[in-house]
T-cell receptor, first 112, second 112 residues
C-alpha cells in the first residue's frame, strides 16, 4: 500500500501571498488531519476531516482553512501569509478518528 | 487546560544502553495515549497507541507503559541502536472533541 503523500515538499512564498498544500491519504483511509510543526511550538493540530466534513479544529486563525474531496484527498490553504507561518506542515491519515495515524513526509513552507 | 509534559527534553546515551522517556499529562477525559518517533526532516511514525485499560504495550525494542491513575506514561528503549536517534513525541487524545494534545518531545541521541 502506498503511504501518505504530500505535495509540494518544499515551498517558498512571500508575506501576503496565499498557499495551497495537498495531501493524498492511504487508500481506504477516510480521516485526514493536518498539523503545523515549528521548533518553538512543536506539533500543533490544525484540523481533521472525515468524509468531506471538518470534524475537529485546533486554535488557529481563520486564515488557515482546509477541505476534503470525495476521494479523501485533502487540501490546506493559508491566506495572507505571515513570517510566523514558516513551518513544516504535516498531514496524517487514518481509518477513523481514534485509530492509528500515518504521517506523510510534510511540506516545508518558508515565508520571506 | 490539557497539557502533555515530556522529560527529559534531550538525552544522550551510548549504543547498546537502555533508556526511559517520561510523559505526564493532564488531558481529560482521556481516550488514548500515543508515542511517535520522528526522524529529522520526516513525518512522525507511530510506535504504540494505548487505551485506558492497557498498562503495557511493546513494539520490538520499544515498550510503553501507562498509568491512567497517575496520568503518567513511559517509553523504554532496550539495547539502543544508532538508528534510535530521533525525537520521541507523546500525544494524548481526549474523548471531548477528539482533540490531540502533543508533548514537546524528547530528543534522543545514541552515540557509538
Amino acid at each position: 500500500k502506498a503511504g501518505v503523500t504530500q505535495t509540494p515538499r518544499y515551498l517558498i512564498k512571500t508575506r501576503g501571498q496565499q498557499v495551497t498544500l495537498s495531501c493524498s491519504p492511504i487508500s481506504g483511509h477516510r480521516s485526514v488531519s493536518w498539523y503545523q510543526q515549528t521548533p518553538g511550538q512543536g506539533l500543533q493540530f490544525l484540523f481533521e476531516y472525515f468524509s468531506e466534513t471538518q470534524r475537529n479544529k485546533g486554535n488557529f486563525p481563520g486564515r488557515f482553512s482546509g477541505r476534503q474531496f470525495s476521494n479523501s484527498r485533502s487540501e490546506m490553504n493559508v491566506s495572507t501569509l505571515e513570517l510566523g507561518d514558516s513551518a513544516l506542515y504535516l498531514c496524517a491519515s487514518s481509518v477513523g478518528t481514534f485509530y492509528e495515524q500515518y504521517f506523510g513526509p510534510g511540506t516545508r513552507l518558508t515565508v520571506t | 487546560k490539557n497539557q502533555v509534559e515530556q522529560s527529559p527534553q534531550s538525552l544522550i546515551i551510548l549504543e547498546g544502553k537502555n533508556c526511559t522517556l517520561q510523559c505526564n499529562y493532564t488531558v481529560s477525559p482521556f481516550s488514548n495515549l500515543r508515542w511517535y518517533k520522528q526522524d529529522t526532516g520526516r513525518g512522525p511514525v507511530s510506535l504504540t497507541i494505548m487505551t485506558f485499560s492497557e498498562n503495557t504495550k511493546s513494539n520490538g525494542r520499544y515498550t510503553a507503559t501507562l498509568d491512567a491513575d497517575t496520568k503518567q506514561s513511559s517509553l523504554h528503549i532496550t539495547a539502543s541502536q544508532l538508528s534510535d536517534s530521533a525525537s520521541y513525541i507523546c500525544v494524548v487524545q481526549s474523548n471531548a472533541g477528539n482533540m490531540l494534545t502533543f508533548g514537546g518531545g524528547t530528543r534522543l541521541m545514541v552515540k557509538p
